[in-house]
């Protein structure tokens, strides 16, 4: 049985898919579900209709978007019984997922397959190759089906 599951999100419906095996996996558990929302770091200053927008004003405008996107997306889960955290961090989303696994010390890491690279018969987009390639905490490729999600 699994403590800890990460479930790293991107914003996009694609990566939301796996939120109901999640469900499946981990409802009426006491595996923990972690939400988390990688970001990039804003580099530069925004001028926007001639006012200038500081950097810590950006971040404000993420931290602030990224707790209402996970917030949405863990009541669902709660909803079903699963016991669910949420997590920021910024950085890139391959080595930032990697590192905040190890970190954590969470049991499996469950990204959706977009089916972009295969090899054989298992298909997984780059960002997914690269966590498989470099975690050493184990993966679990979930494949969805094309067309499966709408706004993708």
């Known amino acids: ?8 999100l991107d914003g996009k419906p694609y990566s939301e898919a796996v939120l109901d095996h999640v469900a499946k996996m981990a409802g009426g558990t006491s595996a923990a ?3 988390l ?3 990039h770091l ?3 200053v925004i001028v926007e209709q001639g006012r200038v927008i500081p950097l810590d004003e950006q971040m404000s405008w ?4 990224f707790a209402h996107y996970l ?16 997590a ?6 391959d080595s930032t997922i990697i590192n905040y696994a190890e970190e954590q010390d969470v049991d499996v890491i469950v990204v959706a397959s977009h089916g972009k690279l295969c090899i054989g018969p298992v298909c997984f987009s780059d960002e997914a190759d690269k966590i498989v390639t470099h975690s050493t905490r184990p993966v679990l490729l979930i494949k969805i089906p094309e067309g499966a999600v709408t706004g993708a």
């Open 1 to 8: 049985m699994f403590k800890k599951i990460l479930v790293p």
């Open 33 to 35: 579900v972690i939400l």
């Open 37 to 39: 929302r990688v970001g």
């Open 42 to 44: 804003p580099k530069d």
């Open 62 to 65: 993420l931290e602030t978007e």
């Open 71 to 86: 917030s949405e997306k863990a009541a669902k889960l709660s909803a079903k019984g699963v016991n669910v955290e949420t």
């Open 88 to 93: 920021t961090a910024y950085g890139e989303p």
